[in-house]
């Protein structure tokens, strides 16, 4: 289903015109008319009887537009949870027993309005904990690291 025909339904629905839609889209009346006529065909179903005035949604129209709405509220939440900034800070332990997992408890009773998803990858190895911050899958990974002739170090890893 076209996210943008469904959003453009919703405009046209609130703003009771095709007019008004599309200045609030910015949008041609054309582009707003063709998205609804395209949703229409792809449902199997008339959306809106048009009048002097406006449009009046049908009766299946009706019935679409609470689901229409939260379509969009999902594809939001879809876009913001791999949206950097939006998504929730995603935190790697080696065991959620740890000392590490137990700060991050800690940290997150501290703040609860942050947003934190704490993993456990299923490779416990330090290289595969560095490719996925590398890659985007996670942002900070706690691990033990061995340095040259030491024994092992806690070092936190992080994007920077």
Avoid: W
């Avoid at 179903?45 to 009706?62: K, M, S, W």
């Avoid at 019935?63 to 929730?88: I, K, M, N, Q, T």
């Avoid at 330090?126 to 806690?154: K, M, N, Q, T, Y």
């Amino acid at each position: 289903m076209d996210i943008d025909a469904v959003r453009t339904v919703l405009a046209v629905a609130d703003a009771g015109q095709f007019q008004e839609a599309a200045v609030d889209l910015r949008i041609s009346q054309q582009a707003v008319s063709k998205r609804v006529a395209n949703l229409e065909r792809s449902l199997g179903v008339t959306l809106f009887t048009r009048t002097a005035r406006g449009v009046r949604l049908t009766v299946d129209g009706q019935a679409f537009l609470p689901h229409a709405r939260e379509l969009l509220r999902a594809a939001e939440r879809a876009a913001a949870s791999v949206r950097p900034g939006d998504r929730a800070l995603r935190v790697d332990v080696l065991n959620r027993r740890s000392a590490p997992a137990e700060a991050l408890h800690r940290f997150y009773r501290a703040h609860p309005g942050i947003d934190l998803d704490v993993v456990t990858l299923p490779d416990a190895n330090v290289e595969a904990a560095i490719e996925a911050v590398h890659a985007g899958e996670i942002d900070a990974s706690f691990r033990a690291v061995p340095l040259l002739g030491c024994g092992p170090v806690f070092r936190p890893l992080g994007r920077g």
